[in-house]
């Protein structure tokens, strides 16, 4: 498997700005080669949000329920670079159970999430299965700003809407033998069709994984919303994972298991090409990716056309200060 060269969706770097069309007909080219401490200060925050009834269009196109009197938290309001254009964040998507290429809305649009349970096992002390409404109930909802930075060197900013990690940890309490957690997506392959020519060599379901200090730090996040409503299908509804200072891989979509584990679990990019995805995967600007720089990233938008303005990357996204000591 290691000498196959599997197509990914970040499988060719996009050192420049690249028209759909020529990025598509890239990936046909590629299918023959294998055959201020809101969250911390704020207990109000509990209780200060409620769901609307009404359903609104979303710029991403479904009718989507939006969370109303949200509390954006001030630690992590501000970055340093707008918020994304939500249409374009909608149509730019990495979702392999859907296809290979960015252009996964529509089919995205398949994935059954009603009556979606979360299952929380393995070395834990109160193992629980939770529904969405256990989930909204439990764990109070903000807001935050986080950039978003995909190891195929584009960037993002992004408000999602969810929880800390830290509180499920709380809730469920790892015991002492717990040192990793494992996250795994959806997966039925009557729905989640894949890329299509390579269905049955990818190592489903998509899971990803981190340590246990890891997963506690005040950044790790579970995302049920974005850009003020839930999470539509394409960003992985109805619950994600996102992990700023990693590359965006590390952030499983529409999860259904959580398992707290005494090991380092295999995870689905690190399992196809470990050499190019570590399990780390922290954002570094001085490491490069084997087949193309991480010096510099490129910018969504703002507007219907992609910028072709490169900034430089930054240490752990620019969360090094939260993060670092993580890493010795
Ligand atoms: N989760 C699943 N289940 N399947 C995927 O293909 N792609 C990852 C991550 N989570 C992926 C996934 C990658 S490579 C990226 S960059 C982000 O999702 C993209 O998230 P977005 O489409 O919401 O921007």
């Known amino acids: 498997m290691a000498h196959i060269h599997i197509p990914k969706p970040w499988g060719t770097p996009e050192r420049e700005v690249t ?8 990936r046909r080219a590629l299918k ?37 009197s949200l509390q954006r938290n001030r630690a992590f309001a501000k970055v340093d670079r707008p918020i994304t254009d939500e249409a374009l964040a909608a149509k730019y998507n990495n979702f392999y159970e859907f296809g290979g290429s960015k252009s996964i809305s529509e089919k995205a649009q398949a994935l059954p999430t009603e009556n979606w349970k979360v299952e929380v096992t393995g070395l834990v002390r109160n193992p629980r299965t939770y529904d969405l409404d256990d989930i909204r109930k439990k764990f109070p909802l903000e807001e935050r700003v ?39 997506s959806y997966y039925n392959p009557k729905i989640t069709k894949g890329p299509g020519f390579s269905l049955s060599r990818l190592p489903w379901p998509y899971t990803e994984s981190l340590r246990i200090e890891e997963m506690a730090n005040e950044l790790a996040f579970f995302a049920v919303g974005i850009y ?16 700023p200072w990693k590359y965006g891989f590390k952030g499983a979509k529409s999860i259904v298991k959580i ?17 190019e995805y570590g399990f780390e995967a922290n954002v ?10 991480q010096a510099t990233e490129r910018m969504i938008g703002p507007g219907p056309a992609f910028s072709w303005k490169r900034r430089p990357t930054l240490p752990y996204n620019g969360y090094a200060e939260y993060v670092a000591e993580l890493y010795g």
């Not at 200060?48 to 969370?67: P, V, Y």
């Not at 003020?228 to 992990?243: D, F, S, W, Y």
């Open 19 to 26: 028209p759909e069309a020529i990025f598509l007909n890239r």
């Open 32 to 68: 023959g080669l294998i055959g201020a401490g809101l969250s911390i200060a704020c207990p109000s925050i509990v209780g200060c949000l409620s769901r609307s009834d009404s359903k609104s269009a979303s710029a991403a196109g479904a009718d989507l329920m939006k969370f109303e």
């Open 146 to 184: 986080y950039r978003f930075r995909c190891v195929e060197a584009w960037a993002m900013v992004v408000p999602w809407t969810g929880f800390p990690m830290n509180l499920l940890i709380k809730e469920v309490k790892p015991l002492s033998e717990a040192k990793f957690v494992r996250f795994a």
């Open 228 to 243: 003020g409503h839930e999470l539509p299908k394409q960003h992985g509804a109805p619950i994600r994972e996102v992990i």
């Open 259 to 275: 398992e707290f584990l005494n090991h380092q679990p295999a995870t689905f990019w690190n399992t196809l090409q470990p050499n």
């Open 284 to 293: 570094n600007p001085n490491k490069p990716h084997p087949r193309w720089s």
